[in-house]
DNA sequence: CTGATTGCAAACCGTTTGCATTCTT
DNA sequence: AAGAATGCAAACGGTTTGCAATCAG
């Protein structure tokens, strides 16, 4: 944890940018959060909780930050609000998503799963695949036994 | 063309709702703008140039209603903008996309690709698949040309 | 020191909503 | 006639921006 934070810095200072503490504070938050989906409001009050003087418009800016550095990833589920993602160490791609259509829980996917279909489209659409987004909408095994007591 | 609109009618129809003039200028601008991934301010100006009164909450209550009736998908490039796809006739699932980073162009892949994937997502994590949202994210391959005449 | 970064408040912009009016059925 | 649908303008909510004050390097 602590070691993947100064990794962070590292990326950060060499990118330019200066090492305040309202970046860590809010680099902070995203480790302490990594299965979570936060929107840039839940980051803000998170990191206000710690550090009470920061801002949101901030926060936004750190995370436009980080997205830029590919240290966060940026999605949108559809409601109008933005989530970051913490990129896992060493992925080249990112990862999917399971949304229930019933209680909006996220789950997440790390393997790959599309590296056929990617050669697929690479070859047959002449597309360079730079990233992807897969996300699949349906019902979580929790919801699908709920119905099943019923 | 136009008995694709027949039809369309019909759905609004037995689902009970009333046929105005705006719904179905709105839907006549989809059908002839297939290809586009039209945004809702998008689909107003087209509107707008042949029935000049009609409102900007009008198209978005149109758009609403045509999702809801799953004859319109609402996608979402991650621009703060909502853009509004036609379903292809009989198409149980969403179809994907291609987004170019240089140019901006998106195009669209009917083909499903994603059978296999689905199949161990169901199985491996026990998740009842309703849906599925696949974007690639990459450089298209007239972007890849340019590069290779410098 | 000096430019980068911050906090605040105001501006932005796509989208939604309340309401009186108008139109389908 | 009666409820649904419309147009307008105002409200909304997430995000961005201008600016003076502060801070990291």
Known sequence: MEDRLERIKKQLHSAGYKLTPQREATVRVLLEHEEDHLSAEDVYLLVKEKSP??????????????????IV???????GVSRYDLRKEGAAHFHHHLVCLECGSVAEIQEDLLEDVEAIVER???????????????????????????
């Open 53 to 70: 003087e920061i801002g949101l418009a901030t926060v936004y800016r750190t995370l436009e930050l980080l997205t830029e550095l590919k």
């Open 73 to 79: 990833d940026k999605i949108n589920f559809g409601d």
């Open 124 to 150: 047959e659409w002449k597309f360079k695949i730079k990233d992807h987004r897969l996300t699949f909408h349906g019902i979580c095994h929790r919801c699908q036994q709920k119905h099943e007591e019923k």
